[in-house]
Protein backbone atom coordinates (compact mmCIF):
# COMPACT_ATOMS: atom_id res chain seq x y z
CA UNK A 1 0.00 0.00 0.00
CA UNK A 2 1.05 3.28 -1.04
CA UNK A 3 3.02 5.25 2.05
CA UNK A 4 1.74 8.90 1.54
CA UNK A 5 4.38 11.31 3.78
CA UNK A 6 2.43 14.39 3.07
CA UNK A 7 -0.63 13.72 5.25
CA UNK A 8 1.47 12.24 7.64
CA UNK A 9 3.19 15.21 8.38
CA UNK A 10 0.23 17.23 7.85
CA UNK A 11 -1.16 15.03 10.97
CA UNK A 12 2.12 15.90 13.29
CA UNK A 13 1.53 19.64 12.64
CA UNK A 14 -2.20 19.53 13.64
CA UNK A 15 -1.13 18.17 17.12
CA UNK A 16 2.20 20.86 16.89
CA UNK A 17 -0.94 23.51 16.53
CA UNK A 18 -3.14 22.06 18.38
CA UNK A 19 -5.71 22.42 15.60
CA UNK A 20 -9.07 24.83 16.75
CA UNK A 21 -12.35 24.55 15.35
CA UNK A 22 -12.34 28.24 15.89
CA UNK A 23 -12.76 29.56 11.89
CA UNK A 24 -10.86 32.97 12.75
CA UNK A 25 -8.06 31.78 14.88
CA UNK A 26 -4.82 32.86 12.92
CA UNK A 27 -1.99 32.41 15.49
CA UNK A 28 -1.68 28.52 16.30
CA UNK A 29 -1.45 27.92 20.09
CA UNK A 30 0.95 24.86 20.87
CA UNK A 31 4.61 24.06 20.84
CA UNK A 32 5.74 26.07 17.96
CA UNK A 33 4.87 29.66 17.07
CA UNK A 34 5.56 31.01 13.40
CA UNK A 35 8.43 32.77 14.11
CA UNK A 36 10.10 29.48 14.86
CA UNK A 37 9.09 28.16 11.44
CA UNK A 38 10.60 30.59 9.33
CA UNK A 39 12.81 28.22 7.46
CA UNK A 40 12.38 26.52 3.92
CA UNK A 41 11.59 23.25 6.05
CA UNK A 42 9.22 24.61 8.28
CA UNK A 43 7.39 26.69 5.06
CA UNK A 44 6.94 23.53 3.41
CA UNK A 45 5.59 21.60 6.69
CA UNK A 46 3.00 24.27 6.53
CA UNK A 47 2.23 23.59 2.77
CA UNK A 48 1.97 19.66 3.58
CA UNK A 49 -0.17 20.59 6.51
CA UNK A 50 -2.47 22.87 4.09
CA UNK A 51 -2.89 19.36 2.06
CA UNK A 52 -3.64 17.58 4.62
CA UNK A 53 -7.04 19.20 5.84
CA UNK A 54 -8.19 17.35 2.23
CA UNK A 55 -9.66 14.68 3.85
CA UNK A 56 -11.39 16.76 6.08
CA UNK A 57 -9.88 14.88 9.06
CA UNK A 58 -8.60 16.36 12.04
CA UNK A 59 -7.63 14.28 15.26
CA UNK A 60 -9.64 11.46 15.01
CA UNK A 61 -11.24 9.12 12.97
CA UNK A 62 -14.73 9.40 13.64
CA UNK A 63 -17.09 12.37 12.43
CA UNK A 64 -15.98 14.01 9.73
CA UNK A 65 -18.61 12.58 7.16
CA UNK A 66 -19.84 16.42 6.12
CA UNK A 67 -16.32 16.94 5.00
CA UNK A 68 -16.24 14.47 2.98
CA UNK A 69 -14.24 14.89 0.29
CA UNK A 70 -16.55 12.92 -1.97
CA UNK A 71 -19.27 15.23 -0.58
CA UNK A 72 -21.64 12.19 -0.38
CA UNK A 73 -23.88 14.11 2.01
CA UNK A 74 -24.70 17.15 0.29
CA UNK A 75 -23.59 16.44 -3.28
CA UNK A 76 -25.42 12.93 -3.74
CA UNK A 77 -28.09 12.75 -0.54
CA UNK A 78 -29.60 15.98 -1.02
CA UNK A 79 -30.07 15.45 -5.18
CA UNK A 80 -31.91 12.35 -6.61
CA UNK A 81 -28.87 10.38 -6.54
CA UNK A 82 -28.95 8.81 -3.15
CA UNK A 83 -30.71 8.48 0.37
CA UNK A 84 -28.90 8.78 3.53
CA UNK A 85 -29.56 4.89 3.80
CA UNK A 86 -28.42 3.03 7.00
CA UNK A 87 -31.56 2.86 9.84
CA UNK A 88 -33.79 6.37 9.97
CA UNK A 89 -32.37 6.41 13.80
CA UNK A 90 -28.42 6.48 12.54
CA UNK A 91 -27.07 9.76 12.65
CA UNK A 92 -30.42 11.51 12.19
CA UNK A 93 -29.07 14.61 11.68
CA UNK A 94 -28.16 13.58 8.09
CA UNK A 95 -31.82 12.46 7.16
CA UNK A 96 -32.70 16.34 7.70
CA UNK A 97 -30.18 16.68 4.70
CA UNK A 98 -31.75 14.36 2.49
CA UNK A 99 -35.07 15.72 3.51
CA UNK A 100 -34.15 19.81 2.97
CA UNK A 101 -35.12 20.26 6.44
CA UNK A 102 -31.86 20.97 8.48
CA UNK A 103 -31.77 23.51 11.00
CA UNK A 104 -28.65 25.74 11.76
CA UNK A 105 -27.44 23.13 14.57
CA UNK A 106 -27.27 20.59 12.05
CA UNK A 107 -23.98 18.66 12.85
CA UNK A 108 -23.20 17.78 9.50
CA UNK A 109 -23.19 21.51 8.10
CA UNK A 110 -20.73 22.67 11.35
CA UNK A 111 -18.49 19.82 10.24
CA UNK A 112 -17.72 20.93 6.96
CA UNK A 113 -17.63 24.49 7.73
CA UNK A 114 -14.95 24.04 10.95
CA UNK A 115 -12.89 21.52 8.52
CA UNK A 116 -12.95 23.58 5.18
CA UNK A 117 -11.50 26.36 7.41
CA UNK A 118 -9.02 24.97 9.52
CA UNK A 119 -7.73 24.23 5.63
CA UNK A 120 -7.38 27.45 5.36
CA UNK A 121 -5.78 28.87 8.18
CA UNK A 122 -3.22 26.24 7.12
CA UNK A 123 -3.28 27.66 3.83
CA UNK A 124 -3.24 31.21 5.18
CA UNK A 125 0.06 30.07 7.34
CA UNK A 126 1.53 28.84 4.82
CA UNK A 127 1.73 32.26 2.72
CA UNK A 128 2.17 34.62 5.83
CA UNK A 129 5.36 32.62 6.67
CA UNK A 130 6.41 32.33 3.23
CA UNK A 131 6.10 35.68 2.87
CA UNK A 132 7.68 36.68 6.02
CA UNK A 133 11.21 34.23 5.09
CA UNK A 134 11.34 36.02 1.35
CA UNK A 135 11.19 38.94 3.09
CA UNK A 136 13.97 38.74 5.52
CA UNK A 137 16.44 37.57 2.72
CA UNK A 138 19.43 35.92 3.11
CA UNK A 139 20.62 32.14 2.23
CA UNK A 140 17.65 30.56 4.34
CA UNK A 141 15.22 31.90 1.92
CA UNK A 142 13.77 30.09 -1.04
CA UNK A 143 14.57 30.64 -4.68
CA UNK A 144 12.20 33.09 -6.48
CA UNK A 145 10.82 30.16 -8.44
CA UNK A 146 9.68 27.71 -5.91
CA UNK A 147 8.17 30.62 -3.58
CA UNK A 148 5.89 31.16 -6.48
CA UNK A 149 5.37 27.19 -6.58
CA UNK A 150 4.49 27.50 -3.39
CA UNK A 151 1.92 30.44 -3.24
CA UNK A 152 0.54 28.54 -6.09
CA UNK A 153 -0.23 25.48 -4.19
CA UNK A 154 -1.35 26.94 -1.20
CA UNK A 155 -3.70 29.64 -3.31
CA UNK A 156 -5.33 26.81 -5.27
CA UNK A 157 -6.11 24.52 -1.81
CA UNK A 158 -7.09 27.62 -0.34
CA UNK A 159 -9.92 28.21 -3.60
CA UNK A 160 -10.69 24.46 -2.91
CA UNK A 161 -11.66 24.83 0.58
CA UNK A 162 -13.51 28.56 0.08
CA UNK A 163 -15.41 26.44 -3.60
CA UNK A 164 -16.65 23.30 -1.12
CA UNK A 165 -17.74 26.19 1.37
CA UNK A 166 -19.67 28.45 -1.02
CA UNK A 167 -21.46 25.98 -2.79
CA UNK A 168 -22.83 24.86 0.58
CA UNK A 169 -23.53 27.97 2.50
CA UNK A 170 -23.31 30.84 -0.03
CA UNK A 171 -22.55 33.64 2.22
CA UNK A 172 -19.16 32.90 3.62
CA UNK A 173 -16.86 35.16 4.72
CA UNK A 174 -13.19 35.81 3.07
CA UNK A 175 -10.19 35.44 5.37
CA UNK A 176 -6.81 35.97 4.03
CA UNK A 177 -3.18 35.85 5.45
CA UNK A 178 -3.65 39.23 6.34
CA UNK A 179 -6.43 39.00 8.73
CA UNK A 180 -6.11 40.04 12.13
CA UNK A 181 -7.91 37.63 13.76
CA UNK A 182 -10.95 39.38 13.85
CA UNK A 183 -14.49 38.20 12.48
CA UNK A 184 -15.24 38.94 8.91
CA UNK A 185 -18.72 40.24 7.77
CA UNK A 186 -20.31 37.30 5.03
CA UNK A 187 -21.80 39.77 3.15
CA UNK A 188 -19.72 39.85 -0.07
CA UNK A 189 -19.59 37.67 -3.41
CA UNK A 190 -16.47 35.34 -3.06
CA UNK A 191 -16.22 33.95 -6.37
CA UNK A 192 -13.90 36.76 -7.26
CA UNK A 193 -11.21 35.56 -4.32
CA UNK A 194 -11.52 31.90 -5.48
CA UNK A 195 -11.00 33.08 -9.59
CA UNK A 196 -7.84 35.19 -8.30
CA UNK A 197 -6.09 32.36 -6.51
CA UNK A 198 -6.83 29.63 -8.82
CA UNK A 199 -5.74 32.50 -11.69
CA UNK A 200 -2.38 32.54 -9.75
CA UNK A 201 -2.24 29.20 -9.77
CA UNK A 202 -3.01 28.34 -13.02
CA UNK A 203 0.32 31.29 -14.16
CA UNK A 204 2.91 29.69 -11.09
CA UNK A 205 2.23 26.12 -11.41
CA UNK A 206 4.41 23.60 -13.18
CA UNK A 207 3.07 20.69 -15.40
CA UNK A 208 4.89 18.30 -14.22
CA UNK A 209 4.90 17.19 -10.24
CA UNK A 210 8.14 16.37 -7.74
CA UNK A 211 9.00 12.29 -8.11
CA UNK A 212 6.72 10.41 -6.12
CA UNK A 213 4.43 13.30 -4.73
CA UNK A 214 1.42 12.49 -6.97
CA UNK A 215 -0.86 14.03 -4.67
CA UNK A 216 0.64 17.52 -5.47
CA UNK A 217 -1.87 20.36 -7.10
CA UNK A 218 -0.34 21.15 -10.81
CA UNK A 219 -0.88 23.34 -13.53
CA UNK A 220 -3.51 21.11 -15.31
CA UNK A 221 -4.98 20.87 -11.93
CA UNK A 222 -5.51 24.87 -11.52
CA UNK A 223 -6.81 24.87 -15.25
CA UNK A 224 -9.54 22.42 -14.23
CA UNK A 225 -10.24 24.08 -11.29
CA UNK A 226 -10.57 27.66 -12.45
CA UNK A 227 -12.51 26.33 -15.46
CA UNK A 228 -14.74 24.53 -12.87
CA UNK A 229 -15.40 28.08 -11.17
CA UNK A 230 -15.94 29.48 -14.51
CA UNK A 231 -18.20 27.03 -15.56
CA UNK A 232 -20.38 27.79 -12.09
CA UNK A 233 -20.74 31.53 -13.02
CA UNK A 234 -21.70 30.89 -16.26
CA UNK A 235 -18.44 32.50 -17.88
CA UNK A 236 -18.58 29.83 -20.73
CA UNK A 237 -15.79 31.03 -23.04
CA UNK A 238 -13.34 31.20 -20.31
CA UNK A 239 -13.78 27.74 -18.81
CA UNK A 240 -13.90 26.45 -22.13
CA UNK A 241 -10.24 27.43 -23.00
CA UNK A 242 -9.38 26.67 -19.77
CA UNK A 243 -11.33 23.09 -19.72
CA UNK A 244 -9.77 22.56 -23.61
CA UNK A 245 -6.00 23.14 -23.03
CA UNK A 246 -6.42 20.14 -20.22
CA UNK A 247 -8.38 18.03 -22.66
CA UNK A 248 -5.63 18.46 -25.51
CA UNK A 249 -2.68 17.42 -22.52
CA UNK A 250 -3.91 14.68 -20.71
CA UNK A 251 -4.40 10.66 -22.38
CA UNK A 252 -6.95 10.40 -24.77
CA UNK A 253 -10.14 9.23 -22.46
CA UNK A 254 -11.14 6.28 -23.61
CA UNK A 255 -7.75 4.48 -23.22
CA UNK A 256 -8.62 4.06 -19.71
CA UNK A 257 -11.24 1.89 -18.73
CA UNK A 258 -14.15 3.53 -16.60
CA UNK A 259 -13.51 1.16 -13.49
CA UNK A 260 -9.95 1.94 -13.36
CA UNK A 261 -11.10 5.25 -11.31
CA UNK A 262 -12.90 3.50 -8.35
CA UNK A 263 -9.63 0.46 -8.11
CA UNK A 264 -7.43 1.09 -5.06
CA UNK A 265 -4.33 -0.46 -7.46
CA UNK A 266 -4.79 1.77 -10.19
CA UNK A 267 -5.22 5.33 -9.06
CA UNK A 268 -3.27 8.55 -9.78
CA UNK A 269 -3.59 7.29 -13.44
CA UNK A 270 -4.28 9.44 -16.75
CA UNK A 271 -7.68 10.51 -15.88
CA UNK A 272 -7.03 11.82 -12.26
CA UNK A 273 -6.82 15.44 -12.59
CA UNK A 274 -6.90 16.43 -8.91
CA UNK A 275 -7.68 13.77 -6.37
CA UNK A 276 -7.34 13.24 -2.39
CA UNK A 277 -4.34 11.26 -1.73
CA UNK A 278 -5.56 8.15 0.99
CA UNK A 279 -2.81 6.07 3.05
CA UNK A 280 -3.49 3.32 5.77
CA UNK A 281 -1.68 -0.10 6.88
CA UNK A 282 1.72 1.06 6.27
CA UNK A 283 1.65 4.57 7.47
CA UNK A 284 1.88 3.92 11.23
CA UNK A 285 -1.52 5.47 11.55
CA UNK A 286 -5.02 3.34 12.29
CA UNK A 287 -6.88 5.27 9.60
CA UNK A 288 -6.63 8.76 9.91
CA UNK A 289 -4.94 9.50 6.66
CA UNK A 290 -7.17 7.03 5.47
CA UNK A 291 -10.93 7.96 3.40
CA UNK A 292 -12.54 8.49 6.72
CA UNK A 293 -15.50 10.72 5.63
CA UNK A 294 -16.60 7.47 3.68
CA UNK A 295 -16.46 4.90 6.15
CA UNK A 296 -19.81 4.99 6.65
CA UNK A 297 -20.81 3.74 3.40
CA UNK A 298 -19.85 -0.44 3.19
CA UNK A 299 -22.90 -2.67 2.99
CA UNK A 300 -24.29 -3.66 5.99
CA UNK A 301 -24.74 -7.48 7.57
CA UNK A 302 -23.33 -10.14 6.41
CA UNK A 303 -21.04 -8.24 3.49
CA UNK A 304 -17.60 -9.35 3.16
CA UNK A 305 -16.06 -6.13 4.08
CA UNK A 306 -19.13 -4.29 6.41
CA UNK A 307 -19.88 -1.50 8.58
CA UNK A 308 -22.73 0.61 8.59
CA UNK A 309 -25.08 0.61 5.59
CA UNK A 310 -24.94 4.29 4.32
CA UNK A 311 -25.04 5.87 0.94
CA UNK A 312 -27.45 3.97 -1.34
CA UNK A 313 -28.18 4.63 -4.43
CA UNK A 314 -31.89 6.20 -5.00
CA UNK A 315 -34.14 3.73 -7.46
CA UNK A 316 -34.72 7.00 -9.78
CA UNK A 317 -31.16 6.53 -10.16
CA UNK A 318 -31.03 3.09 -11.15
CA UNK A 319 -33.82 3.58 -13.57
CA UNK A 320 -31.79 6.57 -15.45
CA UNK A 321 -29.12 3.80 -16.36
CA UNK A 322 -31.82 1.93 -18.83
CA UNK A 323 -31.42 3.29 -22.02
CA UNK A 324 -33.66 3.15 -25.54
CA UNK A 325 -33.77 0.25 -27.85
CA UNK A 326 -31.20 2.46 -29.71
CA UNK A 327 -28.79 2.66 -26.69
CA UNK A 328 -29.10 6.10 -26.18
CA UNK A 329 -30.70 7.42 -22.43
CA UNK A 330 -34.10 8.00 -21.99
CA UNK A 331 -33.88 12.19 -21.67
CA UNK A 332 -37.81 12.53 -21.86
CA UNK A 333 -37.84 11.10 -18.48
CA UNK A 334 -39.61 8.19 -20.02
CA UNK A 335 -37.00 5.76 -17.84
CA UNK A 336 -39.31 6.39 -14.89
CA UNK A 337 -41.77 4.20 -16.94
CA UNK A 338 -41.91 0.19 -15.43
CA UNK A 339 -39.77 1.30 -12.84
CA UNK A 340 -37.30 -1.09 -12.59
CA UNK A 341 -37.91 -4.58 -10.55
CA UNK A 342 -35.98 -5.22 -7.76
CA UNK A 343 -37.03 -7.20 -4.59
CA UNK A 344 -37.93 -4.05 -2.42
CA UNK A 345 -41.30 -4.70 -0.83
CA UNK A 346 -41.45 -8.19 -2.12
CA UNK A 347 -42.15 -11.59 0.33
CA UNK A 348 -42.33 -15.30 0.59
CA UNK A 349 -41.11 -17.29 -1.94
CA UNK A 350 -41.14 -14.03 -4.31
CA UNK A 351 -38.81 -12.66 -2.23
CA UNK A 352 -36.59 -15.60 -2.27
CA UNK A 353 -36.82 -16.51 -5.73
CA UNK A 354 -35.96 -13.12 -7.13
CA UNK A 355 -34.04 -13.22 -10.13
CA UNK A 356 -32.37 -10.42 -11.67
CA UNK A 357 -34.14 -9.11 -15.44
CA UNK A 358 -31.22 -9.99 -18.17
CA UNK A 359 -33.19 -8.76 -20.70
CA UNK A 360 -32.94 -5.30 -19.32
CA UNK A 361 -31.42 -2.14 -21.77
CA UNK A 362 -28.93 -0.66 -19.64
CA UNK A 363 -25.65 1.34 -19.23
CA UNK A 364 -23.08 -0.92 -18.31
CA UNK A 365 -21.69 2.23 -15.90
CA UNK A 366 -24.64 1.02 -13.81
CA UNK A 367 -22.68 -2.03 -12.51
CA UNK A 368 -19.46 0.27 -11.32
CA UNK A 369 -21.89 2.39 -9.24
CA UNK A 370 -24.77 -0.14 -7.74
CA UNK A 371 -25.11 -3.09 -5.93
CA UNK A 372 -27.79 -5.22 -7.74
CA UNK A 373 -29.20 -8.34 -5.97
CA UNK A 374 -27.89 -11.03 -7.57
CA UNK A 375 -25.20 -9.21 -10.19
CA UNK A 376 -21.53 -9.72 -9.48
CA UNK A 377 -20.54 -6.76 -6.92
CA UNK A 378 -16.52 -6.33 -7.55
CA UNK A 379 -15.00 -9.21 -6.17
CA UNK A 380 -17.39 -10.38 -3.13
CA UNK A 381 -19.86 -12.01 -5.31
CA UNK A 382 -23.49 -12.13 -6.17
CA UNK A 383 -24.85 -8.95 -4.50
CA UNK A 384 -27.33 -10.96 -1.52
CA UNK A 385 -29.68 -7.93 -1.25
CA UNK A 386 -31.15 -7.48 2.21
CA UNK A 387 -28.82 -9.41 4.19
CA UNK A 388 -25.92 -6.67 2.82
CA UNK A 389 -28.61 -4.01 3.81
CA UNK A 390 -29.38 -2.42 7.29
CA UNK A 391 -32.64 -1.49 6.53
CA UNK A 392 -34.02 -1.90 2.86
CA UNK A 393 -37.53 -0.14 3.44
CA UNK A 394 -35.80 3.27 4.99
CA UNK A 395 -32.73 3.41 2.19
CA UNK A 396 -33.60 0.85 -0.66
CA UNK A 397 -32.70 -2.14 -2.56
CA UNK A 398 -29.41 -0.79 -3.83
CA UNK A 399 -25.83 -0.50 -2.69
CA UNK A 400 -23.18 2.15 -3.79
CA UNK A 401 -19.90 0.85 -5.56
CA UNK A 402 -17.27 3.49 -6.55
CA UNK A 403 -16.43 4.09 -2.78
CA UNK A 404 -15.91 0.62 -2.03
CA UNK A 405 -12.65 -2.05 -2.32
CA UNK A 406 -12.17 -5.79 -3.46
CA UNK A 407 -11.66 -8.21 -0.58
CA UNK A 408 -8.16 -9.09 -2.37
CA UNK A 409 -7.37 -5.38 -1.28
CA UNK A 410 -8.40 -6.03 1.98
CA UNK A 411 -5.10 -6.52 4.40
CA UNK A 412 -3.55 -3.59 2.06
CA UNK A 413 -6.52 -1.74 1.44
CA UNK A 414 -7.95 -0.70 4.71
CA UNK A 415 -6.82 0.41 8.30
CA UNK A 416 -5.74 -2.27 10.64
CA UNK A 417 -8.75 -2.68 13.15
CA UNK A 418 -11.23 -0.81 10.92
CA UNK A 419 -11.77 -2.68 7.75
CA UNK A 420 -14.61 0.50 7.08
CA UNK A 421 -11.34 3.19 6.83
CA UNK A 422 -9.91 2.23 3.27
CA UNK A 423 -6.79 3.78 1.62
CA UNK A 424 -9.06 4.46 -1.78
CA UNK A 425 -8.43 8.19 -3.27
CA UNK A 426 -11.13 10.77 -3.65
CA UNK A 427 -10.94 12.10 -6.99
CA UNK A 428 -12.01 15.50 -6.88
CA UNK A 429 -11.82 16.26 -10.89
CA UNK A 430 -10.96 13.95 -13.32
CA UNK A 431 -11.12 13.75 -17.09
CA UNK A 432 -14.26 12.57 -18.02
CA UNK A 433 -15.61 15.36 -15.75
CA UNK A 434 -13.63 17.87 -17.80
CA UNK A 435 -15.07 16.12 -21.18
CA UNK A 436 -18.48 17.27 -19.92
CA UNK A 437 -17.81 20.68 -18.18
CA UNK A 438 -16.39 21.33 -22.02
CA UNK A 439 -19.37 19.91 -23.79
CA UNK A 440 -21.39 22.30 -21.55
CA UNK A 441 -19.58 24.97 -22.63
CA UNK A 442 -19.35 24.36 -26.03
CA UNK A 443 -23.55 24.18 -26.10
CA UNK A 444 -23.54 27.23 -24.49
CA UNK A 445 -21.51 28.61 -27.01
CA UNK A 446 -23.36 27.42 -29.73
CA UNK A 447 -21.18 24.83 -30.99
CA UNK A 448 -23.13 21.57 -30.78
CA UNK A 449 -20.77 19.78 -32.99
CA UNK A 450 -17.99 20.27 -30.33
CA UNK A 451 -20.54 19.32 -28.04
CA UNK A 452 -21.67 16.03 -29.68
CA UNK A 453 -17.88 14.83 -30.00
CA UNK A 454 -17.37 15.29 -26.26
CA UNK A 455 -20.24 13.46 -24.94
CA UNK A 456 -19.92 10.89 -27.26
CA UNK A 457 -16.38 10.01 -26.01
CA UNK A 458 -17.54 9.78 -23.20
CA UNK A 459 -19.67 7.40 -24.34
CA UNK A 460 -17.26 5.50 -26.34
CA UNK A 461 -15.53 4.47 -23.36
CA UNK A 462 -18.36 3.83 -21.75
CA UNK A 463 -18.88 0.97 -24.45
CA UNK A 464 -15.79 -0.56 -24.21
CA UNK A 465 -16.95 -1.65 -20.41
CA UNK A 466 -16.58 -5.15 -19.95
CA UNK A 467 -20.04 -6.41 -19.41
CA UNK A 468 -20.75 -8.07 -16.37
CA UNK A 469 -21.96 -12.06 -16.51
CA UNK A 470 -24.16 -14.32 -14.36
CA UNK A 471 -22.93 -17.65 -15.50
CA UNK A 472 -21.48 -16.59 -18.70
CA UNK A 473 -24.16 -14.76 -19.61
CA UNK A 474 -24.63 -10.66 -19.28
CA UNK A 475 -26.22 -9.88 -17.07
CA UNK A 476 -28.20 -6.95 -18.65
CA UNK A 477 -28.70 -6.26 -22.71
CA UNK A 478 -25.46 -3.67 -22.48
CA UNK A 479 -26.01 -1.33 -24.70
CA UNK A 480 -24.03 2.18 -25.17
CA UNK A 481 -24.32 4.23 -28.64
CA UNK A 482 -23.13 7.51 -29.93
CA UNK A 483 -25.54 10.54 -30.50
CA UNK A 484 -26.02 10.88 -34.02
CA UNK A 485 -26.79 14.85 -33.59
CA UNK A 486 -27.53 17.33 -31.70
CA UNK A 487 -30.58 19.04 -33.65
CA UNK A 488 -30.80 21.74 -31.38
CA UNK A 489 -29.26 23.47 -28.08
CA UNK A 490 -32.14 22.03 -25.92
CA UNK A 491 -31.43 18.70 -26.70
CA UNK A 492 -27.80 19.29 -26.56
CA UNK A 493 -28.32 20.59 -23.46
CA UNK A 494 -30.47 17.59 -21.84
CA UNK A 495 -27.75 15.01 -23.40
CA UNK A 496 -24.84 16.66 -21.72
CA UNK A 497 -26.35 17.11 -18.18
CA UNK A 498 -28.00 13.62 -18.48
CA UNK A 499 -24.62 12.17 -19.22
CA UNK A 500 -22.89 13.58 -16.45
CA UNK A 501 -25.51 12.03 -14.10
CA UNK A 502 -24.59 8.34 -15.68
CA UNK A 503 -21.08 9.38 -15.75
CA UNK A 504 -20.24 11.20 -12.09
CA UNK A 505 -23.12 9.25 -10.37
CA UNK A 506 -22.30 8.92 -6.44
CA UNK A 507 -18.78 11.02 -7.39
CA UNK A 508 -20.22 14.43 -5.10
CA UNK A 509 -21.68 16.43 -7.88
CA UNK A 510 -25.16 16.11 -8.67
CA UNK A 511 -26.93 18.46 -5.97
CA UNK A 512 -24.47 21.58 -6.95
CA UNK A 513 -24.83 20.57 -10.97
CA UNK A 514 -28.73 21.17 -10.58
CA UNK A 515 -28.12 24.43 -7.89
CA UNK A 516 -25.95 25.75 -10.71
CA UNK A 517 -28.41 24.78 -14.15
CA UNK A 518 -31.11 26.31 -12.15
CA UNK A 519 -33.30 23.35 -12.25
CA UNK A 520 -33.07 22.32 -7.96
CA UNK A 521 -37.10 22.82 -7.53
CA UNK A 522 -38.18 20.73 -10.65
CA UNK A 523 -36.16 18.24 -10.59
CA UNK A 524 -36.38 17.67 -6.74
CA UNK A 525 -40.43 17.80 -6.51
CA UNK A 526 -40.47 15.22 -9.57
CA UNK A 527 -37.93 13.05 -7.81
CA UNK A 528 -39.70 12.75 -4.26
CA UNK A 529 -42.48 12.46 -5.96
CA UNK A 530 -41.66 9.45 -7.81
CA UNK A 531 -39.11 8.27 -4.84
CA UNK A 532 -41.96 8.43 -2.15
CA UNK A 533 -43.95 5.99 -3.94
CA UNK A 534 -41.68 3.89 -2.59
CA UNK A 535 -40.66 5.67 0.28
CA UNK A 536 -43.42 7.69 3.07
CA UNK A 537 -40.68 10.07 4.23
CA UNK A 538 -40.10 11.50 0.92
CA UNK A 539 -43.54 12.12 0.38
CA UNK A 540 -44.55 16.05 -0.24
CA UNK A 541 -41.63 17.36 -0.08
CA UNK A 542 -41.49 21.06 -1.32
CA UNK A 543 -38.55 22.53 -2.67
CA UNK A 544 -38.15 26.72 -1.61
CA UNK A 545 -35.23 29.43 -2.95
CA UNK A 546 -33.50 28.74 0.50
CA UNK A 547 -32.97 24.94 -0.47
CA UNK A 548 -30.38 25.54 -2.87
CA UNK A 549 -27.88 26.64 0.19
CA UNK A 550 -27.92 25.64 3.53
CA UNK A 551 -27.41 27.56 6.58
CA UNK A 552 -24.66 28.62 8.46
CA UNK A 553 -23.47 27.08 11.91
CA UNK A 554 -25.48 28.69 14.58
CA UNK A 555 -22.52 28.48 17.18
CA UNK A 556 -20.29 30.53 14.15
CA UNK A 557 -22.94 33.20 14.43
CA UNK A 558 -23.09 33.22 17.89
CA UNK A 559 -19.00 33.57 18.54
CA UNK A 560 -19.30 35.95 15.98
CA UNK A 561 -21.92 38.36 17.62
CA UNK A 562 -23.81 39.56 14.83
CA UNK A 563 -21.25 39.54 12.46
CA UNK A 564 -22.12 36.76 10.48
CA UNK A 565 -25.50 36.53 9.24
CA UNK A 566 -28.31 33.87 8.52
CA UNK A 567 -29.21 32.44 4.77
CA UNK A 568 -32.43 34.20 4.48
CA UNK A 569 -35.21 31.57 4.82
CA UNK A 570 -33.00 29.79 7.81
Known amino acids: MKHIKYILLSLLICITFSCKKEFLTVQPQGQLSEDQLMSQDGVEGLLIGAYGLLNGNVNGTWGNYGAAPSQWLFGEVASDNAHKGSSTGD ?19 SNLWDRCFEGIQRCNSTLRVLASLQAGGGSGKFSDARAKEIQGEARLLRAHYYFFLVRVFKSVPY ?29 NLSTTKPKNQKGRVDKYAAQAYLGKVYLYQKKYTEAYDLLNAVILAKADLITMPYSDNFDITKEDGPETIMAVEHSVGTDGTSGDNGNVGDMLNFPYGNAPINCCGFFQPSIDLANSFKVSTLGLPLLDGSYRNNPYQSDLGLTGSAKDNYVVDKTLPLDPRIESTIGRRGVPYRDWGLMAGDTWIRDSSNGGPFIAVKNTIDIAQLTSGTAPGATNVSGLNVNLIRLGDVYLMAAECAVEKGDLSRALTLVNAVRARAAKITPQTINGTPAAAYKVSQYPAFPDDTYARNAVRFERRLELALEGHRFFDLVRWGIVKQTLESYFAFEGGYFNYLKGISIESRDEYFPLPQDQIDRSKGTLKQNTGY
Open 175 to 203: VTEASNGTFVPNDKDIYPNIIADLQYAVA
Open 91 to 109: QPPMNAIEQHSPTSTNDNL
